[in-house]
């Protein structure tokens, strides 16, 4: 082959591609151009945002809970988190323009396809976010009501539910996701079966003293009366009343809340009983 004939050729090709840059030069300008106008615009709102409405959006998120469950996920500041969001939409949009002003058709249609899948991302999120607070509220309830009721391991039974609320209310986002969780329910039926049993297990056990104290109630109600004196063990005084969990005397040194339980399980003294006419 003559190295005329192949250089030539080379020239050719090199002519090709650099009038193909030089025509394409004004549209990557011009695409820079966009990106360039859409980060400036982009970074002025989130200025914007941050010096007007971000402290108030936190002050919010305070009020309603929501600050507790998104410091879970990492997020310390709802306001900026929600900037954020809103920074990154503007640059998606003109991320968008500048590809179509380019002729990069993939960048664009990619774009416009997340796009579309937006709202079911939005949606998805919204769910496990509420799923976190659902959790969240549970472990707090159960919490406060077993410590109330005197049940040991109520932090833990609190942990325990609210973290089964939040693994279904996960699963749930996922599904909206668009992610197969077959794989994951296949195999949750077993686990939560066996998280339920030892769950049941454990609060049985625990709320034993709760169950003596209200069967002893229906026993104290019928064997003592208000207006009687007994002592039980170092404890002297006068029957005011007897509810299901304690029984409330009054003593020379005020009132004295004893368990119920302690009217079957220990010696009781009867010193007085009122006159009943």
């Known amino acids: 082959m003559d190295l005329n004939y192949i250089l030539d050729r080379l020239n050719k090709s090199f002519d090709t591609y650099l009038s193909g840059i030089i025509d394409a030069l004004p549209s990557i300008i011009a695409g ?34 929501i600050a507790s469950v998104m410091r879970k996920v990492g997020i310390h500041s709802f306001g900026n988190f929600i900037g954020m969001l809103i920074y990154g939409g503007i640059m998606l949009v003109f991320i968008m323009a500048a590809a179509d ?26 769910i496990f976010m509420a799923g976190l607070w659902v959790g969240e509220q549970v472990n707090t309830v159960i919490t406060n009501l077993t410590e ?12 325990v539910l609210g973290g089964i609320i939040v693994l279904f209310i996960s699963i749930t986002a996922l599904n909206v996701a668009g992610v197969d969780t077959e794989l994951i329910t296949s195999n949750l039926q077993i686990i939560l079966a066996g998280v339920l049993f030892a769950f049941g297990l454990a609060y049985a056990y625990a709320s034993r003293n709760i169950l003596t104290n209200i069967l002893s109630s229906f026993y104290g109600k019928d064997r003592f009366k208000p207006g009687m004196r007994i002592k039980v063990g170092e404890d002297e005084g006068v029957i005011d009343r007897i509810d299901s969990m304690t029984v409330t005397l009054r003593t020379v040194k005020g009132e004295v809340l004893i368990p119920t339980s302690r009217l079957i399980t220990e010696r009781i003294e009867i010193l007085e009983t009122p006159n009943i006419e």
């Open 32 to 65: 820079i151009i966009v990106l360039l106008i859409g980060w400036l615009f982009a970074k002025l709102i989130r200025m914007i945002l941050k010096r007007t409405i971000s402290g108030k959006l936190d002050q919010l998120a305070q009020k309603s809970g």
């Open 148 to 159: 109330t009721l005197g049940i040991s391991g109520g932090r833990s039974m609190g942990k």
């Open 101 to 126: 002003i380019m002729g990069m058709t993939r960048v664009q249609d990619g774009v416009s396809a997340f796009f579309v899948y937006l709202p079911t991302l939005i949606t998805a999120i919204v």
